[in-house]
């Protein structure tokens, strides 16, 4: 079997798998956050908390219980990274430095897992569990519940309320992710991830020197690395690592544990909307933009455009020789076109369109399928946009499932599209425009370029993964990134939460034969175009003296 | 509620909702507007055109500061992009300023006659019209011009509107009932009347139109404000890409130290005049500049239909409309019930019955009488004769206790009427009314139509049919609504027997029988509680209600001033069918905005493939592959740009004042269509329009 054919049964078969899961998962979702019922752990927590589980939040209380956990969880980030060698199973690593851990806590919080320093040689097994891998739970069920919050503001008419934020974070975490992360856990140490918690090993390499190698919680980190779309990694290397993706098939389900659940949360929201096809759409939409994000990156990096890749006969650089160009290329898009940011080869070496790709992707404001929950209010976002245009085209104020698009709502959705493009362009003429931030750069030209935009791009989306070669744990590229990483995630929030407020409050308009029907492919195409030209139109200039320069010359 | 006083027959439209036409001549006349509106102030509203001008400003100094061809070039075109925009506000504004004009003088400086006492008609005090005050009660006679809004409280005038409807034909107008609303300025014809004045002072209708169709303290609508919030986060959008682009230009022509200066690109990165023009070509213009002209102009298009709209607001509405009331009665049917047939009891043959009913017609003046004569003729070819001709008829009129009507001629009495009383008519005379009658009486009424019964003395003849006749291509006009989401309820006084049948045969979706205000209002309130949004006509003074619930309430000009204060249209030509067209002008406004929109966006990525090479070809020879349009030179590529943008907005100037053709269909086609010209049209149209600029101009000196 050659290489591309290799790849394509590994795409074909990833497609199968996730529409499998599809109907079972999103209908478990969707019956997780409309259940009445509370199991007796559940209760528990919400006694410790100190929250009525039955009682309703309004946008505004949605939101500050949801800011203030987020406070509470950066601030016990950072303290455990800084209190880490006074407690146990630290593996005598000294305290992260400020700017480091500050940055990490923010990176963990906002469900980016952007890391400016490497696992093994700076986090204990205490830092990695209890506050990475918390984050790593808390984090995802988090966009859970903004998602979910929105879909109810859909869904409800007439309501002052969009849910309880602390049910939706509990149950996201108890009901959906920590099953899932078990079961996965196990199979990826059967599939040969290690999972202990000894110090590191000193082994004799074969040259005869020695060798500290760091074993850890490494396959219980790795699931929920990806099922909830964080991607931090254990090691430095991320998902290169045999120890964090041993094989092409542990590979294969990394993959798919990334996308499983952002894909399934459509079916959740048909479901919660009371339409699936609505959800189906929805579905289509992230599947036509993913499937072409992934078949690009394939094409870019199979076809080696560069002159290196030619000479070697295929552009394997910075790739593992055990997954090869296709199925690093397949994960390199996964990765991006979700919030996740593993990796498992260095995009820096992509051919210079490749590379470009994995940053398309991310600037799409990941929605395809986007990060879990996050890429589900981002599309819906989107949606609403869209249907603004479409619905004035056929002469009626715009309504989206029966909602309607006024001043307010679209006033919410520009704001939520305007954060993140801004972040990534001021952020990165920030950098660029200083000659010391440059210094950061590893490559010149348009590659250093691209190298920072890269970098602003995935910490503004919330993705985390790095271009590498930029070298980024310095006080200035820790705090600018941090505060993208933070704006990037919490000021959408705060504008999704209060959108699916001004949704809830509203009564809805019962469908005609004059109402824009938003399930049919001709939607779906609306909200791919406008998507793709927004995009374009943003970042095109950015792209044109980075990748595309390089890619062109 | 009233039979409209002008029963149309629903108006062929050929161009659907079109507009007028625009006169180029319009345009040279609203240059010295347009340039007034060059003012930051009169800008600062529209933030997209406020940032083309502050872009202009900002090259003119550049272009003062370091002349070149190229940059006051480029200054001349972002100038004419502002003006471009001012003049399409302006001729939108110019149309309703003519209409203006003429409501003008119908505000001459009238004198009122003020009585001292309502009750008594001969003493009063003159005063001028501007001093009257609501409740003041004045006296009008034949010649003068009425004072002020009111009803009239007393007498019986014709009156002529000519100054507000443009129509000529004079109108009655009558205390008591639906036609005791008058309008300040209209004349007196005939007769005297007196007025209970309604209005406030400097509020009165003239007053109100004339603030109108001038586009005067114009409030933006809902939608229009959705969308300016819209145009405002891309014009941000590509504020912050263009600005943020510098750094990163600077970057790349530091890194390539061995490239010379170019008017695009040099160590200071992109030249201001060029990183201007690309700003302008990215944000939105077209529909940024067009926006209010489509605004003012839909209000236009109302005007010009005779119809007044109050506010925006109820324009934009009208396209939202999902429930449409309709009154049966001068709406759905011509005002009357029509013969339709003579059915004859058994023994008798039709043409003895169409005789007899003729007969007795004669003399019946009512319109239910005149189209039985007119049904004898045309079906059994009986001469119409006259009254006259029957010298020694004795005619027997209708009367509300005999509830039949007839005559005796030649020893022959003939009788029509309702059916109880004819039957006992001919009981009484000692006859017998046939079963059979009795049926074909049942029959009809079941049907829905109204049985007449025709007998001679002692005998009855058969049953006239006489049914409500529904307007031609009516049906044709609710499947159109049907297929736009609309749905529409016939309102009738009728019992529901009645109104199914007509219901059935109009075609309207459903229909409330015994209807009255109460009804209606709980009719509206129950729509509009399911998130419907309702639009209705109505005339009479119990009709107000119900016009201030509804979304859009037409009141119809011949109504009493209470229906006209009721709602938020008012209708000069008083024709209740003209609420689909009111439909059909508010849904164009919604999908001119979102067509402009949608094309203004789509051009931006033809301008990329203009600019982005122009600038950077020079650092990265690599990217003149993205000079697909293969341009002459990098002025001459930016400068194409810059003068397709502002031509583009002259050329919309009709669309947008014409507003896009509108053809009642689902949503989806309607949006098919508009995607494939607007959409398709938008990024084609900019490739081949620059293009062609660029051939024309790269001969101009500074262009290479």
């Known amino acids: 079997m050659g290489t591309t054919t290799a790849g394509m049964f590994f795409i074909a078969s990833l497609i199968i798998a996730l529409a499998l899961a599809y109907r079972p998962l999103g209908d478990y979702m969707g019956r997780v956050y409309s259940s009445t019922t509370h199991s007796r752990p559940e209760r528990l927590i919400y006694r410790l908390l100190g929250v009525h589980p039955e009682a309703e939040q309004s946008w505004g209380g949605y939101a500050r219980a949801l800011l203030a956990f987020s406070a509470v969880s950066v601030l016990a980030v950072y303290g455990l990274q800084r209190l880490q060698d006074r407690l146990p199973l630290s593996l005598g690593l000294p305290p992260v430095t400020d700017h480091i851990a500050w940055n990490t806590a923010i990176s963990f919080v906002t469900n980016t897992n952007w890391q400016s320093y490497s696992g093994e040689s700076t986090m204990g097994h205490l830092t990695q569990m209890a506050a990475l891998a918390v984050q790593n739970f808390v984090s995802a069920a988090v966009g859970m519940s903004v998602a979910i919050a929105l879909v109810r503001g859909f869904a409800r008419a007439r309501s002052g309320t969009v849910g309880n934020f602390w049910v939706d974070l509990v149950r996201g975490v108890l009901r959906v992710l920590l099953p899932i992360a078990f079961v996965g856990a196990l ?96 579905l289509a939409v992230m599947g036509v933009l993913a499937l072409a994000g992934v078949l690009l990156t ?36 996964a990765t991006t076109l979700t919030s996740t940011g593993a990796v498992n080869s260095f995009h820096d070496s992509y051919t210079p369109f490749g590379g470009m790709m994995t940053m398309f992707n991310m600037m799409l404001g990941e929605v395809a399928p986007g990060g879990v929950g996050s890429g589900l209010y981002g599309m819906l976002v989107l949606a609403v946009i869209t249907v603004f245009v479409a619905g004035l085209m056929v002469g009626r104020t ?91 995630r919490f000021v959408p929030i705060i504008l999704v939460l209060a959108l699916a407020g001004s949704l809830a409050a509203q009564s809805p308009v019962p469908e005609s034969a004059g109402t824009l029907p938003t399930y049919r492919p001709q939607f779906v195409g609306m909200v791919v175009g406008v998507t793709l030209i927004l995009v374009a139109l943003t970042f095109l200039p950015a792209l044109a003296l980075g990748p595309i320069a390089e890619g062109l010359s | 509620m009233s039979t409209s006083a002008l029963e149309e027959p629903a108006p062929e439209r050929d161009g659907r909702a079109g507009g007028g036409l625009l006169d180029p001549q319009q345009l040279i006349r609203s240059l010295p507007d347009a340039l007034k509106k060059l003012h930051p102030f009169a800008l600062w509203r529209n933030p997209v055109m406020f940032v083309v001008e502050v872009g202009a400003a900002f090259t003119t100094v550049l272009a003062v500061l370091d002349p070149s061809v190229f940059a006051w070039a480029i200054t001349a075109w972002l100038w004419l992009t502002v003006l471009f925009a001012n003049l399409a506000e302006a001729t939108a504004e110019g149309r309703g300023k003519a209409q203006a004009a003429t409501l003008r003088k119908a505000k001459t400086d009238a004198v009122a006659r003020r009585l001292a006492d309502p009750a ?23 010649g003068e011009t009425i004072p002020g809004d009111g009803d009239v409280v007393e007498g019986i005038a014709s009156v002529d ?41 400097g509020e009165s209708f003239v007053d109100r139109m004339i603030a109108l169709v001038e586009g005067a303290n114009r409030q933006k609508t809902p939608n229009e404000i959705a969308l300016n919030i819209l145009l405002a986060a891309l014009t941000v959008i590509f504020l912050v890409a263009t600005v943020t682009m510098q750094p ?162 030649d020893g022959r009495e003939v009788r029509k009427g309702a059916a109880t009383a004819v039957m006992k008519w001919v009981r009484d005379a000692g006859g017998h009314a046939a079963e059979e009658a009795g049926h074909l009486v049942d029959g009809i009424s079941a049907s829905g139509g109204t049985p007449l019964v025709v007998a001679e003395r002692g005998r009855v003849l058969g049953v006239i049919h006489l049914k409500d006749v529904v307007k031609a291509g009516m049906r044709e006009r609710f499947d159109e609504m049907r297929r736009m989401g609309i749905r529409t309820v016939m309102i009738t006084g009728d019992n529901p027997l009645t109104a199914k049948a007509i219901a059935d045969e109009a075609g309207v979706d459903d229909f409330l029988a015994e209807a009255t205000p109460e009804d209606k209002l709980t009719l509206i309130k129950r729509e509009q509680e399911g998130g419907r949004l309702v639009a209705m006509t109505g005339d009479g003074t119990n009709d107000a209600p119900a016009l201030a619930q509804s979304d859009v309430g037409v009141a119809m000009n011949t109504g009493t001033s209470a229906a006209k204060e009721a709602g938020n249209m008012v209708d000069l030509d008083s024709n209740p069918t003209k609420l689909i067209e009111i439909v059909e002008i508010g849904k164009q406004l919604l999908i001119t905005r979102g067509a402009l929109t949608t ?96 051939l024309l101009i ?3 000196p500074g262009m290479s």
């Open chain 1, 187 to 282: 199979v990826l140490v059967a599939g040969g991830l290690v999972q202990n918690l000894s110090a590191p090993h000193e082994v004799t390499t074969l040259t005869g020197g020695t060798q500290a190698v760091t074993g850890g919680p490494v396959a219980s980190q790795e699931v929920i690395k990806e099922l909830g779309t964080n991607g931090g990694g254990f090691y430095n290397v991320n998902s290169a690592h045999p120890f964090e993706n041993a094989v092409p098939w542990t590979n294969w389900l990394q993959i798919f544990l990334i996308l499983v659940i952002p894909f399934s949360l459509t079916r959740t929201f048909g479901r919660l909307v009371g339409q699936l096809r609505q959800g189906y759409a929805i």
């Open chain 1, 298 to 333: 394939n094409v870019f990096e199979l076809s080696g455009g560069a002159t290196v890749p030619q000479a070697v006969g295929a552009a394997m650089e910075g790739k593992e020789v055990r997954f090869g160009v296709s199925n690093s290329a397949t994960f390199g898009a």
């Open chain 1, 398 to 488: 715009p309504e989206y499932l029966g909602k309607k698009i006024r001043a307010r709502e679209i006033k919410l959705a520009s704001l939520y599209f305007l954060v993140t493009p801004v972040l990534v362009l001021v952020g990165t003429a920030c950098a660029m425009g200083s000659a010391e931030q440059r210094a950061s750069m590893l490559n010149t030209g348009p590659h250093g370029l691209s190298e920072i935009l890269y970098a602003f791009t995935s910490a503004s989306n919330n993705n985390g993964s790095a271009f590498a070669g930029l070298t980024v744990n310095t006080p200035w590229y820790d705090v600018a990134l941090g505060l993208c990483m933070a704006f990037g």
């Open chain 2, 120 to 142: 008594d008609p001969t003493r009063w005090d003159v005063i001028r019209a501007a001093e009257l005050r609501q409740g003041d009660h004045v006296i009008v006679e034949a």
């Open chain 2, 161 to 201: 509107e000519s100054a507000i409807t443009g129509e000529s034909a004079p109108v009655i107008r009558e205390s008591g009932g639906d036609r005791s609303g008058v309008t300040g300025g209209t004349k007196v014809l005939s007769d005297r009347i007196i007025v209970a004045i309604t209005q406030k002072p």
């Open chain 2, 248 to 409: 990163l230009a600077i970057y790349s022509k530091l890194v390539n130290p061995g490239v010379a200066d170019s008017p695009a690109l040099n160590a200071d990165g992109v030249t201001g005049v060029v990183l201007v023009s690309l700003l302008v070509c990215l944000i939105p213009t077209t529909i940024g500049a067009l926006l209010s002209a489509i605004g003012i102009a839909g209000m236009d298009r109302l005007v010009q239909r005779n119809v007044l709209a109050m506010s925006g607001r109820a324009v934009e509405a009208a396209g939202d409309v999902s429930t449409l009331l309709l009154d049966k009665t001068g709406t759905i049917t011509l005002g009357n019930r029509q013969a339709a047939a003579f059915v004859p009891v058994r023994g008798v043959t039709p043409s003895e019955l169409a005789e007899a009913a003729q007969l007795s017609s004669l003399a019946d003046d009512t319109p239910e009488g005149r189209s039985i004569v007119v049904f004898a003729k045309q079906r059994f070819g009986l001469r119409e004769r006259q009254p006259g001709e029957l010298a020694h008829a004795e005619w027997v009129p209708f009367s509300a206790q005999t509830r039949m009507s007839g005559v005796n001629v």
């Open chain 2, 599 to 694: 094309f203004s966006i789509a051009n931006d990525i033809a301008k990329y493939f203009a600019i982005i090479p122009a600038v950077f070809a020079a650092v990265y020879p690599g990217l003149d592959a993205l000079n697909i349009m293969r341009l002459s030179s990098p002025q001459s590529a930016v400068l194409a740009a810059v003068i397709f943008n502002a031509l583009v907005i002259v050329a919309l100037i009709p669309l947008a004042l014409r507003g896009v053709r509108y053809r009642p269909s689902s949503a989806s086609k309607l949006l098919s269509r508009n995607l494939y010209v607007y959409g398709l049209g938008g990024v084609v149209a900019p490739f081949v329009g620059i293009k062609v600029i660029d």
């Open chain 2, 698 to 700: 790269q001969l101009l």
